[in-house]
């Protein structure tokens, strides 16, 4: 399973109403419990103009038959390889802190 982050445009997306992002929600929720693969969507950033999305799938060809199911649109779609954070910034002080927790069996 790869993971994916998913770019829908959507102008007004930052003023959909709580009724109107729980259709959304929906409509992706309908869509997997169809879908008959193993599929995952994990959450969603709602900003300004476009909704970005995170999801697991076996392909980026997964992700555009689940949007089509769900009738809800996709621009981009970008495989995530890594992730970073703070911690990626000072990476002696990360592995040290690694090391100071306890070891269990």
């Known amino acids: 399973m790869k993971k994916f982050i998913v770019e829908r445009n959507l102008p007004g997306a930052g003023n959909l109403t709580r009724e109107e992002l729980q259709i959304i929600s929906e409509s992706s929720c309908n869509a997997i419990?169809?879908?008959?693969?193993?599929?995952?969507?994990i959450e969603s950033y709602v900003t300004n103009d476009r909704i970005y999305c995170i999801h697991i799938a076996e392909s980026e060809a997964a992700v555009r038959?689940?949007?089509k199911l769900a009738n809800i649109p996709?621009?981009?779609?970008?495989?995530?390889?890594?992730?970073?954070?703070?911690?990626?910034?000072?990476p002696l002080e990360h592995s040290l802190l690694k090391m100071e927790r306890p070891v269990t069996l």
């Open 33 to 41: 419990a169809r879908f008959g693969k193993h599929y995952h969507w």
């Open 65 to 67: 038959e689940h949007a």
């Open 74 to 90: 996709i621009n981009t779609i970008n495989e995530i390889f890594t992730i970073i954070d703070p911690l990626a910034s000072n």
